[in-house]
Every structure is written in structure tokens, then in C-alpha cells.
């Protein structure tokens, strides 16, 4: 025999099968480069050069690792796929004399092109595209460095393991199939007539229910601490709720439709509702899985699309002002020391200080039960926990230039965090009226980024402060804490500058506290922000891609199978439009119906994520709902495109003229 | 009173690039009365098939008319086309093509909704013939939990529902055992003598013997016909193989 023979097959399959070997290809293609640009940014040698590279480069390199874990996963998938619907073409090897060793040889063949073809292609697009990705990534983080461009030996050789492996697993997989497999079965395929579904209403009841108890801890936790920590509990009840409700709610609801008569004997209705009884029991786990991907999709670029646009915004929350000192255990000495220090400082730099805010506090933490601060030392929930910065009337009138007196019994108070709806403050066994609630001490956002309770309390005198610190913290006070923010109008660099020698003269008096500049730190926000959206960007293309992919092989597959069931409404006298609509109503819902409950489980998702964003400095919600609407949008556009171009050949595979 | 009417019917099928031309019928004309049982036999190739999906209306003769109760339907626009064949013909093929999707009250009912029909309605009409054909108690159960003897019966019915001018039926007896396809072609004339026309395309003397007129085809073109008349069926039987023989061993035409 020509030892051509078996290559020169292969190449034929893979020309014939190219509707569904293409989607295959492009997919190893796109995951292969995706994978390179990925791990040879995260290894990328100019990045060290970054404030906040370090964990910039470990949040790539995390993004690798899922990205390899799901390229495996999708591409395992797709091959098995592909094998599956192709059993009959092997069964008819078999009939025609080849045995199955011969047929391995084909498949040999079939695997080492797929493996040329997608090796060629996805690393030769990955080492090019990687530079335009690299220069993408410091325009994203507003990194002005010179470029050193490489193309990185070891992100090649890690492609070439991690893909090489799976493509040898799913080579195995096909042996064992063809080997596992009778040539009879092989040339029936999947013509055996499959048993309807039984209704399960205890699992479509659980499913409600699980669903129900997700949304319900979204919409109901208060406090974003708590947000985070159930959050992953929300999730994981989401999850088991959709899958149920797509596997068995689907087919409940489907069958409760059929049981309406005047309903289901509607020309519109009848074959639809009894063709989706059919699918969903074919497709239920496939489309839960869409659903939560495109869910995971929309969530992650949401989120970090927000949070990087909302940088700026962000930054401010976390820094009130260009530089922040907080000093504890102050003297009044102190607080002129340090303010001449500043002073001092920005003068011979020739910086002029703006907005200054200044205030001395004392800060305590106490459990609060309602209108109650407790002094407890059992364990109690954080949600409880408050944490109460303390002022003198004196300091809040120099503060904000009002003239208010209180007396010893009344207080004044501003709340960050926590309502008190009461009308006076305990402290254990002192009760307080509240004069007046106010909301005019700036330093307070900074607070925000904390999220448990907060207040600002101001008292009649210092005398009382004192009682109550002693009370509280089972110590005489040395002294308050002093908070002074300010900006300074001068470039980035100058600003970096004053910040460090501000931390060497903080040093060398000895002063414990804390001095921060968000010039300083915004570059590492950059790193962070920068980073987590880069990734979402690649994780998102990546599961899109397996969500495109998964719908339209599904589609592709049932079009052969229903094929033969529109062939015969059209003999017993359905007309072509009839055909035509219902196919159109079909795919339709197969395809939205993923989406539209991903943009539920995103609307009850809401709440929670809000406060999850508000934990990580971002408390603009407008924009939010900004980024999360734009997702969607260009989510849908997508989706919308594959859904025409999809339903085209699913429209060509069924219709009756061949 | 002629219900069907084929004059000069034509047939060319050309293979996609226009090479190649196949002549599938040259020229059938025959008429079928109200009332007739008629048997169209042929070898394969001879053009039965051709000639069946173009009375089905599934197919368009190269030249020629079919009439169906004085109605051109080889006039009928594309749009109509499907609602004629809802309400004037009924179905019944070798394969049975029954939807596994639906139970066979469902498949029985599918040309009733898809004409539209209410719910009480379908079930006036279902009842009686249920109990003709005797799938009264499996009409819940679904294509694939029944016996193929069932199935075609069920496809029956689904022919019958509608009440229409005329019966195709394609092979109905090809898939069947020799029990089922003798209960089967019973049920066919029982249906016959209560008035029902209907026209059969088969392959099988036997089958062919219940009719009360055979047509055989050959070459695209009406060979010969048989009417039964008074015939005992072993005589029919007896004629039918003759005039087979003489069809495929190529004797000259006779009346």
C-alpha cells in the first residue's frame, strides 16, 4: 500500500469534517497563543522596573495557571466532541476492511496536522502579538518604561509541555473510543431512540431553593466584610440552583406546558414545547454551563473594568488627601513638631500646601449592640465591632469654624458606617444624648475602606474622653492621635520625594504612626488594578471562546438530529415558513435562555458585589452599573453575532432540500 | 366521478452541473375513481417512487398535471401548498415516520394542529378511530415503547384523522412482519370498503392482492393493469406473478 495512504486520508477527514474541525483548530490556535502572551508577560523582565511589579507578575502567573487549567478543559471537550459525532465514519472504516489499528494510523495523522497546524500558528501569533499585548499592558498601568522585548524561550517550551500533553491525552481518548466500540454500534451512532425525561419535582425544589438562598444572602448582607466572606457561599448555591433548575426545573416547567392542553395543541406551541423537552434533557448541563460562564465572564469584566476606570476615583477614596500623616499617642508638643516638620519640608521643596484637614482623636474599637458600646472581651461576630474615633468640641468648632457647646451629657455624632437609630449613645453604664448628627468631618472616607461600623463622636471636653478610654482600653491615655491630610501641588516625582524624606524625619523623631502619599501608592493601585483587568480580558476571550464553541457544536449536532423531524412535519404538511419559525424559536431559546439567566443571577448578584467593590476602595456605584451594563452590551453584541451566524448552519443542516 | 386525475405526466431529473439527464417518468396518465383501492407496482428505478412524491405534491413533474378532485395541484403556489396536503391527503410510509418526541396521540394530532384545530375537537375525531385500529390503550405511550405492528397503525391513524380525499401509502407493509403486514393490509381494505380511496406504491404480491386495481410501472410508464373484479386472492396472486415475470423478462406490452 502506498505509505502515503493513511496521511493523505487524514488530510481528506480533516477537509471534509471542516465544520466542525475548523471551530477545533481556531480554538488549540487562539488557547495556544493566548497561553504564550500570557506566561511570557508574566515573566517578562521589564515589569521588575514597576512599583508593585513583583505582585503584578504573580497575578499574571496565576492567570496562566487558570488559563492553562481551562484551555485543557475546553480542548478535551471539544475533541471528545468531535470524536463522538464522528463514530459512524469509523464504524465505516471498519465495514470496509480497515482494522482498527489502521484506523489509529488515520487518527495518528489527523492529530500530528491539528498538532502542526495549531503549534505553527498559535506560537507564531503568540510571539507577535505578545510585544503589541506587553505595550497594551504598560499603556493599561500608565507605565511609561523602556521596552525590552523578547521572545521568551521558556514560555515556549511550557506551551509546547502543557499542550503537547493535551493533545496526546486527547489522541488517547480517541484510541480508546474507537477501541471500546463494535462496528455495528459505530455505523447506528446515536440513532437509538432516547426515553423522555422524568419530571423530578424534589429536585426542581431544592433547585428553587438553593437558587432563592443565593439571590437572598446577596440581597440581604449588610456589611461588606460579611460580603466577602459569604460571597463564595452565594456563589456555590448558585451554581447547584442553576444546574438543577436547568436540569430538572426546565423539564418540570416544559411538562406542566404540555399537560395545558389549550396550550401545548397550539401550531406554534406543539413542537416546540416537545422538541425542548427532548434538548434540555441533551443540553441542560451544556447550557448550565454556558450560564455560568458567561455569568463568570461578566462578572470578572465588570468588576475590573470598573475598578480600573475608576482609578482615579479610587485612590482618592483610599488617600482623602495627596498625603496623609496619623500619628498615635500625641502630645500637643508633638503636633507642633511635626506640623513645623511639614512645614519645613515643603517649603524649601517649594510646594504649597491646599486643603488642609487637621484634627486630634482618640480612637477605641467596642462591640456595639444597638444604641450600646459594650467592653466585652468574649468572641464576638466583626460585624459587630465598631470602631470610634473620639473628639473634643473644641477640636470639631477649630475644625469647621462653627461655635457649638455641648453639654457633659450630650454628643455629637457623624456616621461613616452602621446606623444608630436611637437617640442616645451608651458607653456601658453613661448614656448621651445625641445633640446633633453631623456629617461635615472630612477625614472620614478614608475610613470607608474599612467597612466594618464607624463613627465620629464628639464630646463636651477632654476630661470625659479620657473616662471613657480608660474604660474602654483598661489604660490612662498618653496621649490622642493626630490626623493631618493635605495636597500639594507639584508633579508626581517631587511628591515621591517629599513622601520619603517625611518618612525619614518621622523615623528619626520617633514618632509611631503612619505617613502615606497616594503618588506613592498609586502605582502599585495600577499594578494591581491593571493586572486583575488584564486577566479578566484573557480569561473572559477565553471562556467566550468555549462558550461560543460549546453552542454551536450543540447546534451543529442536533441540526443532524433533527433533520430527520423536521423532514417528516414537512411530509405529514408543515409548510416551509412553519419549519423555518419553529427552528428559529428553538435556537433562539437555547441560546438566550443562558444568557438571560446569567443577567438575573447578575441583577440579584448586584448587591453583594457592590459591597465587595466598596471593601476594595471602589464606593462609585454609578459606574459600576456603568461597566456592568457596557459588559453586557458588548457580551450580547457577541453573542448575538454567533447566534445568527450559527442558526445559519443549523438552518442549512435541517432544511429539507439537500 | 374521477378523484385523481395524472395526464402525461413528465419527469427529468438533472444531475446538479446540468451534466447528466435522468428520466424518471416518460409519460403516466391514469385516473383513480372514488372509492378504488389501487396498487401501483414497479421494479426499482421504475419510477414509483417519482410518481408518489409528485401526487404527494412534494415534488414537481418536469411536465404533465395531477388533478385532485378536478383541482390542478401541480398548479398550487408554494404557500398553499402545505395546507393542501393537510387537508386532502393522508400518509402512510414504509418507515412509519412517527416523531420520537411525541407520544402517539401527539403524532396522530400533528396535522390537526397544525391546521389549527381545538383540543375537544381532536379528541372527537381520535376516539372512533382509535377504536377502528385498536391503539386506544397505547395512544400515552411514546414511538419507541411500541411494537412496530403499533407504530404503523398509529401512522394510520394519523393518515386517517383528517379525513382527507385520498390515502398515499408508500411501502406500508415494507418494514413489517408477515402477522402485522396481513392485519395491516385488512385494516386497509376494511377502511377501503367504508368509502376511504386509497392509493399504494408496493413492492409485495401480496400486499398488492387486496387492492381492487394494480398498475404496474415500468420504465416510467404504465405497463399494464389488473382490476381484481371477482377474483379469488390466490388467483389474484397467481395473475400478479405472471404479469410481473412478464414486466421484468421485458415482454411486449398487452392490454
Given at each position: 500500500m502506498n505509505k502515503f495512504f493513511y496521511s493523505k486520508i487524514a488530510a481528506n477527514n480533516i477537509k471534509n469534517n471542516s465544520k466542525t474541525y475548523v471551530p477545533y483548530l481556531i480554538t488549540c490556535i487562539l488557547t495556544i497563543s493566548m497561553y504564550y502572551i500570557m506566561h511570557s508577560l508574566s515573566i517578562n523582565s521589564g515589569l521588575d522596573k514597576i512599583s508593585g511589579g513583583g505582585a503584578l507578575k504573580s497575578i499574571l502567573f496565576f492567570g496562566t495557571i487558570v488559563l492553562a487549567f481551562f484551555s485543557a478543559i475546553f480542548l478535551f471537550y471539544t475533541h471528545s466532541f468531535l470524536i463522538k459525532k464522528r463514530k459512524k465514519e469509523f464504524g465505516l472504516y471498519n465495514i470496509l476492511g480497515m482494522e482498527k489499528k489502521h484506523i489509529f494510523k488515520i487518527m495518528f495523522f489527523e492529530t500530528i496536522y491539528t498538532v502542526i497546524i495549531s503549534f505553527t500558528l498559535g506560537l507564531g501569533f503568540g510571539v507577535i502579538f505578545s510585544k503589541l499585548f506587553y505595550l497594551i499592558l504598560l499603556k493599561m498601568l500608565n507605565f511609561h518604561i523602556p521596552i525590552n522585548f523578547e521572545i521568551s524561550m521558556t514560555a515556549l517550551y511550557y506551551s509546547l509541555i502543557i499542550f503537547g500533553v493535551i493533545f496526546i491525552l486527547s489522541y488517547l481518548n480517541t484510541l480508546t473510543q474507537i477501541h471500546l466500540s463494535k462496528p455495528i454500534e459505530l455505523i447506528k451512532g446515536n440513532q437509538t431512540g432516547e426515553k423522555e425525561p422524568k419530571t423530578k419535582w424534589i429536585m426542581t425544589i431544592i433547585g428553587i431553593i438553593t437558587l432563592g438562598a443565593g439571590y437572598y444572602i446577596s440581597l440581604t448582607t449588610q456589611s461588606p466584610l460579611e460580603a466577602i466572606a459569604l460571597f463564595f457561599v452565594a456563589v456555590i448555591l448558585v451554581i447547584i440552583g442553576t444546574y438543577l433548575l436547568f436540569i430538572t426545573g426546565s423539564i418540570t416547567i416544559l411538562k406542566m406546558l404540555r399537560k395545558n392542553k389549550n396550550y401545548y395543541y397550539k401550531t406554534k406551541n406543539f413542537t416546540a414545547v416537545s422538541g425542548m423537552i427532548y434538548r434540555m434533557k441533551q443540553n441542560a448541563v451544556g447550557l448550565a454551563n454556558i450560564c455560568i460562564l458567561s455569568t463568570a465572564v461578566l462578572v470578572m469584566l465588570s468588576t475590573t473594568v470598573s475598578l480600573f476606570i475608576g482609578m482615579?476615583?479610587?485612590?482618592?477614596?483610599?488617600?482623602?488627601?495627596?498625603?496623609?500623616?496619623?500619628?498615635?499617642?500625641?502630645?500637643?508638643?508633638?503636633?507642633?513638631?511635626?506640623?513645623?516638620?511639614?512645614?519645613?519640608?515643603?517649603?524649601?521643596?517649594?510646594?504649597?500646601?491646599?486643603?488642609?484637614?487637621?484634627?486630634?482623636?482618640?480612637?477605641?474599637?467596642a462591640p456595639r449592640e444597638d444604641n450600646k458600646f459594650l467592653k466585652t472581651s468574649e468572641?464576638?461576630?466583626?460585624?459587630?465591632?465598631?470602631?470610634?474615633?473620639?473628639?473634643?468640641?473644641?477640636?470639631?468648632?477649630?475644625?469647621?469654624?462653627?461655635?457649638?457647646?455641648?453639654?457633659?451629657?450630650?454628643?455629637?455624632?457623624?456616621?461613616?458606617?452602621?446606623?444608630i437609630k436611637e437617640n442616645t449613645i451608651i458607653f456601658e453604664d453613661k448614656t448621651f444624648k445625641i445633640k446633633e448628627r453631623i456629617d461635615d468631618i472630612e477625614a472620614a472616607s478614608s475610613q470607608s475602606a474599612l467597612m466594618i461600623n464607624?463613627?465620629?463622636?464628639?464630646?463636651?471636653?477632654?476630661?470625659?474622653?479620657?473616662?471613657?478610654?480608660?474604660?474602654?482600653?483598661?489604660?490612662?491615655?498618653?496621649?490622642?492621635?493626630?490626623?493631618?491630610?493635605?495636597?500639594?501641588?507639584?508633579?508626581?516625582?517631587?511628591?515621591?520625594?517629599?513622601?520619603?524624606?517625611?518618612?525619614?524625619?518621622?523615623?528619626?523623631?520617633?514618632?509611631?504612626?503612619?505617613?502615606?502619599?497616594?503618588?506613592?501608592?498609586?502605582?502599585?493601585?495600577?499594578?494591581?488594578?491593571?493586572?486583575?483587568?488584564?486577566?479578566?480580558?484573557?480569561?473572559?476571550?477565553?471562556?467566550?471562546?468555549?462558550?461560543?464553541?460549546?453552542?454551536?457544536?450543540?447546534?451543529?449536532?442536533?441540526?443532524?438530529?433533527?433533520?430527520?423531524?423536521?423532514?417528516?412535519?414537512?411530509?405529514?404538511?408543515?409548510?416551509?415558513?412553519?419549519?423555518?419559525?419553529?427552528?428559529?424559536?428553538?435556537?433562539?431559546?437555547?441560546?438566550?435562555?443562558?444568557?438571560?439567566?446569567?443577567?438575573?443571577?447578575?441583577?440579584?448578584?448586584?448587591?453583594?458585589?457592590?459591597?465587595?467593590?466598596?471593601?476594595?476602595?471602589?464606593?462609585?456605584?454609578?459606574?459600576?452599573?456603568?461597566?456592568?451594563?457596557?459588559?453586557?452590551?458588548?457580551?450580547?453584541?457577541?453573542?448575538?453575532?454567533?447566534?445568527?451566524?450559527?442558526?445559519?448552519?443549523?438552518?442549512?443542516?435541517?432544511?429539507?432540500?439537500? | 366521478?374521477?378523484?385523481?386525475?395524472?395526464?402525461?405526466?413528465?419527469?427529468?431529473?438533472?444531475?446538479?452541473?446540468?451534466?447528466?439527464?435522468?428520466?424518471?417518468?416518460?409519460?403516466?396518465?391514469?385516473?383513480?375513481?372514488?372509492?378504488?383501492?389501487?396498487?401501483?407496482?414497479?421494479?426499482?428505478?421504475?419510477?414509483?417512487?417519482?410518481?408518489?412524491?409528485?401526487?404527494?405534491?412534494?415534488?414537481?413533474?418536469?411536465?404533465?398535471e395531477v388533478l385532485l378532485n378536478n383541482k390542478k395541484i401541480t398548479a398550487i403556489t408554494e404557500k398553499e401548498i402545505s395546507a393542501f396536503r393537510r387537508k386532502n391527503l393522508g400518509f402512510v410510509f414504509q418507515d412509519f415516520n412517527l416523531l420520537d418526541t411525541f407520544s402517539l396521540m401527539d403524532n396522530i394530532f400533528l396535522p390537526l394542529v397544525l391546521s389549527g384545530k381545538n383540543y375537544s375537537e381532536m379528541t372527537k375525531r381520535l376516539n372512533p378511530i382509535a377504536q377502528k385500529l385498536g391503539i386506544n390503550n397505547i395512544l400515552s405511550k411514546f414511538p419507541y415503547e411500541v411494537s412496530i405492528g403499533q407504530k404503523q397503525r398509529a401512522a394510520v391513524a394519523r393518515a386517517l384523522i383528517t379525513n382527507p380525499q385520498l390515502i398515499l401509502a408508500d411501502e406500508p407493509t415494507g418494514a413489517l412482519d408477515s402477522r402485522s403486514s396481513e392485519s395491516l393490509l385488512k385494516l386497509f381494505e376494511e377502511i377501503n370498503n367504508e368509502g376511504q380511496t386509497i392509493l399504494m406504491v408496493t413492492h409485495s404480491v401480496k400486499a398488492a392482492c387486496f387492492a381492487k386495481r394494480i398498475l404496474f410501472i415500468k420504465d416510467g410508464e404504465v405497463f399494464h393493469q389488473i382490476y381484481k373484479a371477482n377474483m379469488t386472492d390466490e388467483q389474484m396472486y397467481q395473475k400478479i406473478s405472471d404479469t410481473l415475470t412478464v414486466v421484468s423478462t421485458g415482454g411486449a406490452k398487452n392490454e
Open positions: 482615579e476615583d479610587l485612590v482618592r477614596t483610599r488617600y482623602p488627601r495627596d498625603f496623609v500623616v496619623s500619628m498615635q499617642n500625641f502630645t500637643d508638643d508633638d503636633v507642633i513638631v511635626i506640623n513645623e516638620i511639614i512645614q519645613d519640608l515643603t517649603n524649601r521643596n517649594d510646594m504649597k500646601i491646599k486643603n488642609e484637614i487637621k484634627h486630634q482623636f482618640v480612637y477605641i474599637s468572641r464576638i461576630g466583626y460585624q459587630n465591632i465598631s470602631n470610634i474615633r473620639l473628639i473634643t468640641v473644641s477640636e470639631y468648632n477649630k475644625m469647621t469654624g462653627k461655635n457649638i457647646s455641648l453639654n457633659k451629657d450630650e454628643v455629637l455624632l457623624q456616621t461613616i458606617y452602621g446606623e464607624s463613627y465620629y463622636i464628639v464630646f463636651s471636653d477632654k476630661e470625659i474622653i479620657e473616662e471613657i478610654y480608660l474604660f474602654f482600653a483598661n489604660e490612662e491615655l498618653e496621649g490622642f492621635s493626630y490626623y493631618y491630610g493635605f495636597d500639594i501641588d507639584s508633579k508626581s516625582e517631587n511628591q515621591i520625594q517629599l513622601y520619603n524624606e517625611l518618612v525619614a524625619a518621622k523615623n528619626q523623631k520617633g514618632f509611631s504612626g503612619l505617613i502615606e502619599s497616594s503618588e506613592e501608592a498609586r502605582e502599585s493601585f495600577y499594578s494591581l488594578y491593571g493586572g486583575l483587568f488584564f486577566i479578566a480580558i484573557f480569561l473572559g476571550t477565553l471562556f467566550l471562546i468555549a462558550t461560543v464553541l460549546i453552542i454551536y457544536y450543540k447546534q451543529i449536532s442536533e441540526g443532524f438530529d433533527d433533520k430527520q423531524r423536521f423532514e417528516i412535519m414537512q411530509k405529514v404538511g408543515m409548510s416551509h415558513e412553519e419549519v423555518k419559525s419553529t427552528i428559529r424559536n428553538q435556537v433562539l431559546t437555547v441560546f438566550f435562555l443562558p444568557l438571560i439567566m446569567s443577567g438575573v443571577h447578575i441583577a440579584f448578584a448586584f448587591p453583594i458585589i457592590t459591597k465587595m467593590l466598596a471593601v476594595l476602595n471602589l464606593t462609585n456605584t454609578t459606574l459600576f452599573i456603568k461597566g456592568l451594563i457596557g459588559t453586557l452590551i458588548i457580551f450580547a453584541l457577541f453573542y448575538t453575532i454567533v447566534y445568527s451566524l450559527t442558526a445559519k448552519t443549523y438552518y442549512k443542516i435541517v432544511s429539507y432540500k439537500n | 366521478m374521477a378523484i385523481l386525475e395524472v395526464n402525461n405526466l413528465k419527469k427529468i431529473y438533472t444531475t446538479r452541473f446540468g451534466g447528466n439527464q435522468v428520466q424518471a417518468l416518460s409519460n403516466v396518465s391514469f385516473s383513480v375513481e372514488k372509492g378504488e383501492y389501487v396498487a401501483i407496482m414497479g421494479e426499482s428505478g421504475s419510477g414509483k417512487t417519482t410518481l408518489l412524491n409528485i401526487l404527494a405534491s412534494l415534488d414537481k413533474p418536469t411536465s404533465g
